[in-house]
């Protein structure tokens, strides 16, 4: 049999009532998983109706809000076996409060993985096959103008996701990351609407076409089932074929 078959096991999606999350906490359920959806966003939160979801509101750059939202959810599931680190933002530069939103930044994309992934481990630990997968981004390995703090998280969460592996591994836990190019989002939609822009990014690319949340969910789904059984410390690339085309 084909098909990726998630039956039994839990999910923790961070940002999971929207974007990237949404999608992969679908593309989890289709599979049979059952998913715990963290996010700060009530709104968000509230519009989500899916079977075998639990809904969560969180602060994931709060470790107080952490902690709670993870005894929460034992209420709920008494083992992890995927968590997918997928919160996060990227915020106008802003030379008025430049600490704020550097601090801001790298407390969503980069450190609340790092803790979020030692905070699941005592139960990654006890699961079998189980598997982290971190969100990058292609920002990471490219210099973009105007936003130092979000390429430097993505950059960062690169380095921490092999690190993670090979700490983790002695416990036989996987960590794998996909890194999203131009992806159609809520907070992308802007930059899509300007259809110069627009323009110039697809002749960068080697698919004339942008991606979709789905796209992403794919390769996540993937990275936390048997079929990337033998995949560590890797990230996969879903940008189609821009990074190697070269910008």
């Known amino acids: 049999m084909n098909k990726i078959n998630l039956e039994n096991r839990v999910a923790i999606v961070t940002g999971g009532a929207q974007g990237f999350g949404l999608a992969i906490t ?20 509230n519009k989500v109706d899916l079977k075998n979801t639990q809904k969560i509101e969180v602060d994931v750059s709060n470790y107080k809000s952490v902690e709670n939202a993870f005894a929460e959810s034992l209420k709920y599931e008494k083992k992890i076996d995927i968590l997918v680190n997928n919160a996060g933002i990227s915020e106008k530069f802003s030379n008025k409060n430049l600490l704020n939103y550097w601090n801001r930044t790298i407390s969503i994309n980069l450190t609340a993985p790092y803790f979020l992934s030692y905070i699941c481990l005592p139960f990654l630990k006890k699961a079998k096959n189980s598997t982290i997968v971190n969100i990058t981004s292609l920002n990471g390995k490219i210099a973009m103008s105007n936003n130092p703090a979000y390429n430097a998280s993505k950059g960062g969460l690169s380095a921490l996701n092999a690190c993670l592996a090979m700490d983790f591994s002695e416990h036989k836990i996987r960590v794998n990351a996909v890194s999203p190019g131009y992806i159609k989002t809520g907070m992308t939609n802007k930059s899509y609407n300007n259809k110069k822009a627009f323009k110039k990014r697809l002749d960068r690319m080697m698919i004339k076409n942008y991606g979709t949340p789905q796209d992403i969910a794919n390769a996540v789904l993937y990275l ?20 190697k085309k070269g910008i």
């Open 26 to 45: 679908k593309r989890f359920i289709e599979s049979g998983a059952r998913v715990l959806i963290w996010d700060k966003d009530t709104e968000y939160l």
């Open 224 to 243: 936390s089932s048997n079929k990337s059984k033998y995949i560590n410390a890797t990230e996969i690339v879903v940008d189609g074929g821009l990074l």
